[in-house]
């Protein structure tokens, strides 16, 4: 039996009172009158040998009495009756999380992430069930439920430490939900686990903003599981980073190129001033190093020249000054522009201004990121399927040949695009075969003055950009002349603008593989202003875009992308530590860029590099409020800075549980009133029995 | 000389028990009952009209002519007693009756006060009927009330009165009450005393004397309770003294012992001052008929007559 108030049993000591009280015969009770105390010196009553107990059952009822009240107020309760909660108690199932991603390399993080994690397996009860899961980008599985059978509380936290010197943080970021996610699923479908039992998720990490939790917001969390974390924090807080923002490198014309780099600075940094340059071969900064005031929470671009020594690899640009080095080296390779390849059918001078290629060789300007070729084909040779090869857009106006008209139908229906603005009706003959449809006619409209674009579908990719109130005024655009396509039942094509009259202007027409666009109106002088109006340029791009599947350079690649590597032929990755790696000719697709720095793929002869870089979201380290966690409905609980108090409450609470069902005090309460019932009657008779003797009485 | 009190055992049959007297609520009719029953101890009827004063009541000694034998006393007491009649004579009386808290105790059915209210009012009552003035004074640690001895029709009836008022007295302190009556009663008087003198005793004599040189005859009737003669207590109990209040915690068992010598040494005490100035002292248990009472007055005065008499003091 255990008890609840335990202290309270110190009042059965007072079952001496009675007895004392019966020995000293009740004297301060009884008064006796006297006509003069002169005579009396002082007696105290005093317990002799001769004291007699009188009245011991009295006696034995009064003590049982005070004994049931103890009792009673003690709180008695039995545990084993309370039907096995006492193994609920210990079998929770216990996972412990290890952060390892990049900001986890800040100074003495590490070590003192893995000392928690080992204290936190050292402190579960041998009932516990423990499973480790260390987590970056992805979650993985260290030590498993089963691995700590049959091992004791000592032996499993000394191979948990084992293992956890085979760690070392990585470089990825921080997807804490689906580390959360597997850890609650492990926790609950652990097939040994008791029952109802509590799943405990010790998350040991630096909870940094820039951890993922998204991914939380659609998740059920199971019954029974609750979260603590148990944050890391650095020595020195904040963090600084550099992000590419612009490298013109390689644009033609510039005289002094730069590489715009922005430094973010976190809100919770002690440093402002900062250092910025070019890492050399000693890994030391090389001029030009560019200084940097950036004050907490905000960012500055800087322009970093190139490097005035010959020879340094400008690969590399490192931030000095800040206080957690990880993700001060920043990747970047010199930009490439993009070749695209523009094959224009016609036979005019490129210098004829009131020829449609005169205007399309100027719209396409050389950028870093672009250079746009425009190749002109004669009308007079038939344009060969060869000449179409590697072209990403083709662009014909005049009259075609069959041959050309045929080679060009093929590109489109192997999946090129043709954009094809007749500049008369005979030229706009060609159109069934380019189109493969024999229902479209074609006549010159009769304008009356000029048309305007009435109705435009913005919806469509082309006309997409334009669709705000800035862009989207057409009207200022006269047609002089245009085609008149009677498109008939033409399935398929969709018209992306009418004129003013609803004769179609602008349509699309798929074709096999590719697209067939067709401007009704040429963009000459002669046929409109389209040429010369604002619209015409980034029409043109967009159309490039739509054909080219985007001009926007890819995204940055970070540690965990994978690389996308030439099918049908074996790569050799050449990796940032020197090491290399193979992938078979039909992968595809290299998954491990497990840290930052240049990739070298090598493939039939090929080869190209990659940058790769730590996810700027990993460089957010300022603290993630606990809020957002709670917001996304995460159990968790303020890290317990007194476990062993915990433990005891958590003790005493189910202690408290079980008494409250089995409420022992109510049965010892009853007893102790039927005794002072009965105590009360035989009190009562005994106190009629005693009085003061009278004149007969007296010996 | 202190009249030794009855046997109990042996009482005779036709003394009134004092529960029963007691039992008659009026004080005059009860100071009656015990006169009557007196005089039908010393006669067979007081009512039939003979004169019952005598003038000598003492004990039977050697050569005296038996006929005077008082038979009936001799028969309740064992105890051989001459009566002779006498002439009327006026006595003034006073009597000092102490009404303090400590009279107030009693472990019968009445209190000492009460013993002394009905003994004072049977001596009154007896001296009255003698045609005697008898005066009354009150007093606890100072007189309370005090009525000049007269033989007035309804001065009986004040008197009466006033000993059945209730006792509101205070600490016993005879000092002061017995310089108050040597300086009341001027005319030399039968002075009877009747308290339970459970004070101090360091100047009782000094306040005896002045009336004892006054002249004035003093007898001296100490009231005690049975349970103060004998202290029969056996429980634990914290006593209370009636008078000052004061309370002890005590083990009758163990303060037995002490109690009794104590309370002997201080009667003794009190009966070594009232014998050192030739007065009469009778200690009287409430549990004792009162016609015993009045016989060992009567005979008190007897004797004080006759000491009189022989130093010539008329």
Known sequence: MSFLAPLYLLGMLAVALPVVFHLVRRTTRHRVPFGSLMFLRVAPPRLTKRSRLEDVLLLVLRGLLLVLLALAFARPFVKAWAGGQAEEISGKRLVILLDTSASMRRDAVWSEAVRRAVNAVEQASPHDRVAIIPFDRQPRVLWRFEDGSGLGPGERAAAVKDRLSTLQPRWAETRLDRALIMAAELGTDEPNATPGGVVELVVVTDLQRGARISGLDAFEWPDRVVVRFDVVEPARPGNAYPEAVADRRGLSGDVDPVVRVRIRNGPDADQEQFQLGWVGSGNQLVDPIVDAYVPAGQSRVVSLPLPTEEGVEVTRIRLLGDAAPFDNTLYLLPPKPRDIRIVYVGDESEDDAARPLFFLRRAFVETPRLSVRVDQQPVGQAVTPDALTGADLMVATGRLSTETARSLADAVRAGGTLLFAPNDVNAAQALSMLSGRVSVAVEEADVTEYRLLGAIDFDHGIMAPFAGPAFSNFAGIHFWRHRLLTLGDEPGARVIARFDNQDPAFLEWPVGEGRLYVLASGWAPADSQLALSSKFVPLLFSLLETATGGLEPPPPIRVGDALTTPSGAETVVERPDGTRGSLPADEGVYPDTDQPGIYGLVSAGASREVAVNIASAESRTEPLAPDELAQRGVPFVLPDPDPEATQQRAVEAEERDVEARQRGWRWLVAAALAVAMVETGLAGRATRRARVPTEDETP | ?314
Request: net charge positive.
């Open chain 2, 1 to 314: 000389m202190k009249t030794a009190a009855p046997d109990r055992g042996n009482r005779p049959s036709r003394l009134v028990d004092p529960r029963t007297l007691m039992g008659i609520r009026n004080l005059q009719l009860r100071a009656k009952v015990v006169v009557e029953g007196f005089w039908s101890g010393i006669h067979r009827s007081p009512y039939h009209g003979f004169s019952v004063e005598f003038s000598e009541y003492r004990p039977f000694a050697p050569g005296d002519d038996p006929r005077y034998l008082d038979w009936k006393v001799l028969a309740r007491s064992d105890r051989l007693f001459i009566k002779k009649f006498e002439d009327e004579t006026n006595v003034r009386c006073t009597l000092l009756i102490d009404q303090s808290r400590s009279m107030s105790y009693g472990s019968l059915t009445y209190t000492k006060a009460d013993y002394a209210a009905t003994l004072a009012a049977t001596l009154a009552y007896f001296l009255h009927l003698q045609g005697d003035g008898v005066g009354l004074i009150v007093f606890d640690d100072q007189v309370r009330e005090y009525l000049p001895p007269r033989h007035r029709v309804g001065h009986l009836k004040h008197l009466m009165h006033a000993l059945d008022r209730p006792a509101t007295g205070r600490a016993t302190g005879l000092a002061a009450p017995l310089d108050r009556a040597a300086s009341l009663i001027r005319k030399r008087s039968l002075v009877v005393v009747i308290s339970d003198f459970l004070t101090p005793l360091e100047d009782l004599r000094a306040r005896l004397v002045p009336l004892c040189a006054a002249g004035h005859d003093v007898i001296v009737f100490q009231v005690v309770d049975p349970a103060e003669i004998k202290f029969p207590f056996d429980e634990s109990a914290t006593f209370e003294d009636l008078e000052s209040g004061r309370t002890l915690l005590l083990e009758p068992d163990g303060a037995r012992g002490g109690y009794l010598q104590r309370f002997e040494r201080h009667n003794k005490a009190l009966q070594q001052v009232c014998e050192g100035l030739g007065l009469a002292f009778r200690q009287q248990t409430t549990d004792q008929a009162l016609e015993l009472a009045l016989f060992d007055f009567v005979r008190a005065r007897m004797q004080q007559g006759r000491r009189a008499h022989q130093r010539g003091v008329p």
